[in-house]
């Protein structure tokens, strides 16, 4: 690209992402949120379609927004398209049941259809806006600038502020402060800047995207939210798992072990909400040591690599409220992009 036309190119960006994001954040003047929709999440959840119309129609852009199917020769990249996600959130989900970090619950056949099917009309329709934007417009209209890591890098951060009008409500599940959310989302909008870029850049069409983002939202908001007890067919248990096995392993970590120490004296009934579990593994109750959760006579022992306590620290992560956070949580977001 010649220095005007990069010029040119750049000056186009900058439009976009002002009408992207002035639309975004008209959301929530108009009313509603993700969770109680209304008006300005339609504005909002169609922006980026609608800014890349504006760019085509009136600036007169002439980037190519893919909307050729392009089948012959890409099917590779439908078939990756179609399996990242439902393998992503497998294997999420596999390592929250190893760590009993994940419970999951009311699981029929009849009950995922029930739920799925309206939350895929859904979000097949907020998949079309947002990659007919993303994919179908900036991303090749950022390769033009920069089509190494730094374009990738732009469009995510873009991507990301997008989210911003909404982004408490769309990470309720997470007490989190934003100190500490907002790095890793935006970092997490990158990297699937990178997936979703890379395969649109090679199979030259944006439908790849959609299917994507499509099926990776439907089935991750399927299994979070969608049973008909608005629980949810999966709940991860409160807290940083990690910390969690720390108070087993005699690392008092404040706040969150005198929950755990709450929690199991709750279950069990038979562990006192000041005992020091933690730092000696066991209790004396009238002179018998007694193990978490139990009844009956209890001593740390070795497990494998493990211990007695930690084994029990990871039974005790189930008891504990659900609507408390868990790291498990983030990774399944992280992993599957469902932050829309």
């Given at each position: 690209?010649?220095?005007?036309?990069?010029?040119?190119?750049?000056?186009?960006?900058?439009?976009?992402?002002?009408?992207?994001?002035?639309?975004a954040w008209l959301g929530p003047l108009l009313g509603?949120?993700?969770?109680?929709?209304?008006?300005?999440?339609?504005?909002?959840?169609?922006?980026?379609?609608?800014?890349?119309?504006?760019?085509?129609?009136?600036?007169?852009d002439k980037t190519a927004l893919g909307f050729?199917?392009?089948?012959?020769?890409?099917?590779?990249?439908?078939?990756?398209?179609?399996?990242?996600?439902?393998?992503?959130?497998?294997?999420?989900?596999?390592?929250?049941?190893?760590?009993?970090?994940?419970?999951?619950?009311?699981?029929?056949?009849?009950?995922?259809?029930?739920?799925?099917?309206?939350?895929?009309?859904?979000?097949?329709?907020?998949?079309?806006?947002?990659?007919?934007?993303?994919?179908?417009?900036?991303?090749?209209?950022?390769?033009?600038?920069?089509?190494?890591?730094?374009?990738?890098?732009?469009?995510?951060?873009?991507?990301?502020?997008?989210?911003?009008?909404?982004?408490?409500?769309?990470?309720?599940?997470?007490?989190?402060?934003?100190?500490?959310?907002?790095?890793?989302?935006?970092?997490?909008?990158?990297?699937?800047?990178?997936?979703?870029?890379?395969?649109?850049?090679?199979?030259?069409?944006?439908?790849?995207?959609?299917?994507?983002?499509?099926?990776?939202?439907?089935?991750?908001?399927?299994?979070?939210?969608?049973?008909?007890?608005?629980?949810?067919?999966?709940?991860?248990?409160?807290?940083?798992?990690?910390?969690?096995?720390?108070?087993?392993?005699?690392?008092?970590?404040?706040?969150?072990?005198?929950?755990?120490?709450?929690?199991?004296?709750?279950?069990?009934?038979?562990?006192?909400?000041?005992?020091?579990?933690?730092?000696?593994?066991?209790?004396?109750?009238?002179?018998?040591?007694?193990?978490?959760?139990?009844?009956?006579?209890?001593?740390?022992?070795?497990?494998?690599?493990?211990?007695?306590?930690?084994?029990?620290?990871?039974?005790?992560?189930?008891?504990?409220?659900?609507?408390?956070?868990?790291?498990?949580?983030?990774?399944?977001?992280?992993?599957?992009?469902?932050?829309?």
């Open positions: 690209m010649k220095p005007a036309e990069t010029r040119v190119a750049i000056r186009q960006l900058i439009l976009f992402t002002l009408l992207v994001n002035g639309l509603g949120d993700p969770t109680a929709p209304g008006p300005g999440v339609l504005v909002w959840g169609t922006a980026p379609f609608v800014a890349a119309l504006v760019m085509k129609l009136v600036v007169r050729k199917p392009a089948l012959r020769g890409n099917g590779r990249w439908y078939a990756l398209s179609a399996l990242i996600y439902p393998l992503a959130i497998a294997i999420a989900l596999g390592i929250g049941l190893l760590m009993g970090a994940t419970t999951i619950h009311n699981v029929t056949i009849p009950a995922l259809l029930t739920a799925m099917i309206p939350l895929a009309v859904t979000y097949f329709i907020f998949a079309f806006f947002e990659e007919g934007g993303w994919r179908g417009y900036l991303t090749p209209k950022v390769a033009g600038i920069n089509n190494g890591l730094f374009g990738y890098v732009m469009i995510g951060v873009i991507w990301a502020s997008w989210h911003f009008p909404y982004l408490r409500e769309l990470w309720a599940h997470t007490a989190e402060g934003l100190v500490t959310l907002l790095p890793r989302f935006i970092l997490g909008t990158i990297i699937s800047a990178i997936v979703y870029g890379e395969i649109r850049k090679r199979s030259g069409a944006v439908w790849p995207a959609v299917l994507m983002h499509w099926l990776g939202n439907t089935i991750a908001n399927t299994l979070l939210v969608g049973s008909t007890d608005g629980a949810g067919f999966v709940a991860f248990t409160p807290g940083d798992v990690a910390r969690i096995l720390r108070c087993g392993r005699g690392v008092d970590d404040g706040d969150l072990c005198a929950d755990w120490r709450s929690a199991l004296s709750h279950k069990a009934g038979l562990v006192q909400r000041n005992c020091q579990v933690m730092c000696s593994g066991t209790c004396r109750q009238g002179g018998q040591s007694v193990g978490l959760g139990s009844d009956i006579p209890w001593r740390p022992r070795p497990v494998g690599r493990r211990t007695a306590q930690h084994v029990e620290a990871v039974a005790a992560a189930r008891s504990l409220d659900p609507r408390r956070q868990s790291g498990l949580v983030a990774l399944l977001l992280a992993l599957c992009g469902v932050t829309t």
